[in-house]
């Protein structure tokens, strides 16, 4: 089992590596998407300030015909005076919902493109996990098709490890956690090897 089991396991600390990096490159595309609102939105208050100056100069205009009109003796609101105040009030009209429209334009831009980002942030998401989990059942799939190790099986000589080579296998197996003498932080590579060996 165990020759399934570390394939698949090795899978998924590599498939945990890539949704740790997929998170990080969908918190860049969160944050693009934010930034780009934020554009949008200074953008907009850009026009909204062009549409209240478009207000202010047809007010101007309007006040100086009708001073002009005044001066000169006439009707302020009759005659040639009213009608370029007419025209005066109509260019500033359709200026000033110019503006409004190039507001509206580039506040829906901006919209629609963090909404871009975060579609492709919660792509990136899924494609990392999807990719783990993939990776995880090949190579499961790949441990169970080798199959474990051989067995084996009588009729070839033995080897006395232990006679010939001067070692001796323990008694029963202890896994590291376990074992009261094994200890990598304050011990030698040697003192190791002899703490896994029993000595």
């Known amino acids: 089992m165990a020759h399934i089991a570390v394939p698949v396991g090795i899978a998924a600390l590599s498939g945990m590596a890539g949704i740790q990096g997929a998170k990080a490159e969908a918190r860049g595309l969160g944050a693009q998407a934010t930034q780009t609102r934020m554009q949008a939105r200074s953008e907009a208050l850009k026009y909204k300030q062009q549409g209240v100056a478009v207000l202010d100069n047809m007010l101007r205009t309007i006040a100086t015909q009708r001073a002009a009109a005044g001066a000169g003796s006439i009707d302020a609101f009759e005659g040639n005076p009213a009608t370029m105040r007419m025209k005066a009030m109509k260019g500033g009209a359709i200026e000033y919902f110019t503006t409004r429209e190039g507001q509206t ?47 084996p099986t009588g009729g070839g000589p033995t080897i006395d490890a232990s006679t010939q080579f001067g070692l001796r296998a323990p008694a029963t197996y202890q896994s590291l956690a376990a074992s009261s003498t094994y200890n990598p932080l304050t011990q030698t590579t040697s003192q190791q090897f002899m703490s896994l060996l029993g000595g």
């Open 105 to 151: 334009i580039v506040t829906r831009q901006g919209e629609l493109q963090a909404m871009e980002y975060e579609r492709q942030s919660s792509a990136v998401m899924k494609a990392a996990r999807n990719q783990a989990i993939v990776g995880m059942l090949q190579a499961g799939a790949t441990g169970a098709m080798l199959g474990g190790a051989p067995t």
